[in-house]
């Protein structure tokens, strides 16, 4: 039956307001969407008033103290102290239950029981005022703290709003919008333009361009065609792709950076370890020395009980380590996350201690010091033939090969003059791939060969053009002679070229007094040139994977602290076994599992960036460490020569609490 359409004024008034012109049902769902959305409203503005939570109940602690002495100086006493108990109350609550929960649940003693003891005595002895400014700068130096903490939490949900919860299947000719979780490797989906990837895959169909930031930090959108691979959590900004699903949901490279920012909130450096060990003690031994402070001096010095307890409260307030205890994580948390903006990912604050300690770093080569793609350097021919024309016909035989080489061949040829020559050439016949050796085929009636030395005869191969075999070998190149019916027709020399960052992520390390070790499977040769090329120190060539494990041992025995960089499945030892493991982002899974910290942007110059951010943040924690000790000693000292006030002393114990967290959040900005 069809539905009527109601006319009435309280109807006109609810279309009009909520935009919903239609049947009864059509608009009673309007009503359900609209309050589910300020419903939604509701709980952000709630989330965020959670948030700040700390620091709102330290404002509004501050404004109770500012209002709470000038009713004291107008003499209000009463209304004074309810203002000030009201002061307490907002800004102490809030540390004083954490202070407790902290007591109880670990049985040991912590900052938060002095500074509730602190404000308590004082406000015994009748300093209403300084008890509570003490409370406020307490709850403000917490949340700040907190600011801290906080950042890298953000960061990480902001990350994960960038993972699209579903997708475009694509099945029997039909798409219907399906959830991320429910898909299966193999299957395609449809990414339209202006959505985010949802899974990692391969592009069946379709070109585009893709932006990366989310993942690489690059900002420059990348030209994707069929073929290429796409990641999770990246934007497809233009046209219409099919792709098809390659990893599980669970294991896209997006869930990976996600998971390492989230355990390295959690994993605490030892510098900070050492300090929550300290604390507990310490503590003890500032509430014995205030019990002291205020039994010996009425007995031994004569002073006036109260001139002793006052002493003993303001040495409760200065004897506390807040500024001490705070000196490593804010300044640890900050590195991390500024890290993280310029694509260096740090599983946690220890790496960072490790990585400002380093005095080597090992590089594997494939892959990391070079594209791991081989590329044609040199193709040589006999004097009656043109080189386009030889790479011409090597490309139509390498066609038919699945070797690396002969697909690096295949696209040298595509990509300049030799492409169209091939184009006017007969297509091959009786083509033949033997494994280990090369490929030979007839091309317009002569046989020709395409391979090494001892396929189409070594001594020929070897005094071809004056022995150009020799000079190009020496250069760490790879070589692929070429023969016809007349003899020895040329040959081709292929290299793993270095990357374009190399030689200066290798400079700047130098620069920084780190030695550069490079470790690779390859021949000697090979690898002396891309060391010379590079500017590597020193090489071990034909490593296996436990060799690679054998020169790390002997590095760390000679340079004590060590990193090492590759980004391959027989890397993950060596990243093991060093000090700190530097993955590159491309890598594989395993690289990833087993780093301390990953190059996202795969950059090279990323490693001193890395090196020199840990380096700061040490600095900044060895900073604070001894401005905390400083201060403590020296209001301790004012303190018992009687020339420190109360109120003096909390500003200066609060004050370089603050201090130290400004100056550790200083690393966001690295």
């Known amino acids: 039956m069809k539905a009527e359409t109601v006319n009435c004024p309280l109807l006109e008034w609810v279309q009009t307001e909520y935009g919903t012109r239609g049947t009864q049902t059509d608009r009673a769902a309007g009503l359900r969407r609209t309050g589910r959305t300020r419903f939604a409203g509701f709980r952000r503005k709630a989330a965020r008033l959670a948030r700040h939570g700390e620091l709102i109940a330290a404002l509004a602690s501050g404004a109770l103290t500012a209002f709470g002495w000038l009713l004291s100086e107008l003499d209000w006493k009463t209304a004074s102290v309810s203002v000030f108990l009201a002061a307490y109350a907002i800004g102490g609550f809030a540390k004083a239950r954490e202070g407790m929960e902290d007591t109880i649940r670990n049985r040991r003693l912590n900052v938060e029981l002095l500074m509730i003891l602190a404000a308590a005595g004082s406000a015994a002895i009748g300093y209403w005022t300084e008890g509570a400014l003490l409370i406020f700068i307490f709850a403000m130096s917490g949340a700040l703290e907190q600011y801290a903490t906080d950042k890298n939490r953000r960061e990480l949900t902001r990350l994960m709003a960038l993972k699209p919860e579903t997708a ?91 998971d390492l920012v989230e355990n390295a909130q959690s994993e605490k450096p030892p510098s900070q370890q050492f300090l929550e060990r300290f604390e507990g003690p310490y503590v003890k031994a500032v509430l014995a020395a205030t019990g002291i402070l205020l039994a010996v001096p009425p007995l031994a010095f004569g002073w006036p009980f109260s001139e002793a307890f006052y002493r003993s409260m303001v040495f409760l307030v200065v004897a506390s380590p807040c500024a001490l205890v705070a000196s490593v994580m804010p300044a640890t948390l900050a590195a991390i996350a500024g890290g993280a903006k310029r694509g260096i990912l740090v599983k946690g604050g220890v790496h960072l201690e490790h990585l400002a300690r380093v005095k080597a770093v090992a590089f594997d080569k494939t892959g990391t010091l070079t594209a791991g793609r081989p590329a044609v350097t040199d193709v040589i021919a006999r004097d009656d033939l043109d080189a386009d024309e030889l790479a011409a016909r090597v490309a139509l035989l390498e066609r038919h090969s699945g070797h690396p080489l002969a697909a690096a061949i295949v696209r040298h040829a595509a990509e300049g003059p030799a492409g169209r020559i091939a184009e006017r050439l007969p297509a091959p016949e009786a083509v033949e791939d033997i494994a280990g050796l090369g490929v030979k085929g007839v091309i317009g009636g002569d046989v020709w060969m395409a391979g090494s030395a001892s396929f189409v005869g070594r001594g020929e191969a070897e005094s071809f053009a004056g022995g150009a075999a020799g000079r190009l070998a020496d250069e760490g190149k790879t070589l692929v002679f070429v023969r016809d019916g007349r003899g020895i027709a040329g040959l081709i020399a292929l290299k793993d070229e270095l990357r374009p960052e190399a030689a200066e992520a290798v400079r700047r390390l130098r620069e920084a007094g780190i030695r550069t070790v490079m470790l690779t499977g390859d021949r000697k040769q090979t690898a002396a040139a891309i060391a010379g090329e590079s500017g590597i120190d020193e090489f071990a060539a034909e490593c296996l994977p436990e060799g690679k494990v054998r020169e790390l041992q002997s590095l760390r025995r000679r340079f004590k602290s060590v990193a090492m960089v590759g980004d391959g499945i027989n890397d993950a030892p060596a990243l093991a076994t060093a000090t700190v493991g530097i993955a590159m982002g491309g890598g594989t899974d395993a690289a990833l599992e087993v780093a301390d910290v990953v190059l996202m942007k795969n950059d090279l110059v990323k490693i001193a960036d890395a090196i020199r951010l840990a380096k700061r943040m040490n600095r900044i924690i060895r900073q604070n460490i001894a401005f905390s000790v400083a201060v403590i000693l020296l209001l301790i000292a004012a303190n018992f020569a009687q020339s420190l006030a109360l109120p003096a002393g909390v500003i200066g114990h609060e004050g370089s609490t603050i201090l130290v967290i400004l100056n550790g959040l200083r690393l966001l900005k690295s």
Request: positive net charge; hydrophobic residues 40%.
């Open 168 to 258: 475009w299947l694509i099945r029997d000719g039909r798409e219907r919008r399906v959830s991320v979780k429910a898909l299966a490797v193999g299957d395609r989906i449809r990414v339209k333009p202006g959505e985010r990837v949802p899974v990692d895959g391969r592009i069946v169909d379709g070109v585009t361009a893709v932006d990366e930031s989310a993942i690489t930090g690059e900002s420059i959108p990348v030209g994707k065609s069929p073929g290429d691979e796409v990641l999770a959590g990246t934007v497809n900004l233009r046209g219409s792709l099919v792709v098809e699903m390659t990893k599980p949901s669970g294991e896209t490279l997006f869930q990976k950076i996600m």
